[in-house]
């Protein structure tokens, strides 16, 4: 397991695949690099294609659950998030009852307000507010990769879609000139060279099996020539 503040390792990454998949929500603290909430816990609800996005562990956080880097949360200590438990407050003592004492009063002589009056002082206090840490605002999820393969096998060409783990097509056949345009498309000389190759394979191959064919048509017309003699 990773220490606290460090971020995820490989190991805690496929351990929380693991807990995921068992329906278990893994709990994570986060670390400096998250920003203002570092030291807050929150729980891993999903882990995303890491290849899509470097963001692909999703933290349930609150009421939101946002899409985090493994270096910003790292794998929470046991016990962290619970509330401590409060000890049940001490009833107050009971007071005795005063006792009334009893009161003199002294006749005096109100003595002569001064006729200038002070204005009061007001003091301002300024209060120092506490910096503000930057909050890092979360990326919003954007769409899987979507994968294109152009393959050539066993004389024909074929091609297939997918979309993260979805397929969006499986392979289907097409013909060589809409692959020659396909293969246009990337600017890669050593791409051109083999598709030439196979190109010309293609074309000696096909001029061989139409040798034989028209020497196999040569003998079929020169033996119905002979029939059409011999009848």
């Known amino acids: 397991m990773s220490a606290a503040g460090q971020g995820l390792s490989e190991d805690d990454v496929r351990s929380f695949r693991e807990a995921l998949a068992a329906g278990r929500k893994p709990k994570v603290v986060f670390t400096a690099a998250a920003g ?23 933290v349930r956080f609150g009421r939101d659950e946002l899409p985090f880097s493994p270096a910003d949360v790292a794998v929470a200590p046991r016990g962290a998030g619970r509330k401590p438990v409060e000890a ?22 109100p003595a002569q307000r001064s006729e200038r009056r002070e204005e009061p002082k007001v003091e301002t206090v300024e209060a120092t507010k506490p910096a503000r840490r930057p909050v890092k605002a979360a990326k919003p999820k954007g769409p899987a990769g979507l994968t294109v393969t152009l393959a050539y096998a066993d004389g024909e060409w074929t091609v297939a879609a997918q979309q993260g783990s979805k397929a969006l097509a499986k392979p289907y056949v097409v ?9 246009a498309l990337v600017d890669v000389p050593g791409v051109h060279e083999a598709v030439e190759q196979i190109l010309a394979a293609e074309r000696a191959e096909a001029e061989q099996q139409a040798e034989k064919l028209r020497a196999e048509l040569a003998e079929i017309e020169a033996r119905l020539a002979e029939l059409r003699e011999a009848g």
């Open 36 to 58: 203002q909430i570092a030291g807050q816990v929150g729980q891993v609800v999903e882990l995303t294609d890491p290849t899509a996005s470097d963001e692909f562990v999703v």
């Open 175 to 183: 013909k060589p000139a809409e692959a020659l345009r396909m293969v």
């Open 88 to 109: 049940p407050a001490e009833p107050p003592a009971e007071e005795a009852p005063a006792v009334a004492e009893p009161e003199f009063v002294l006749d005096r002589v």
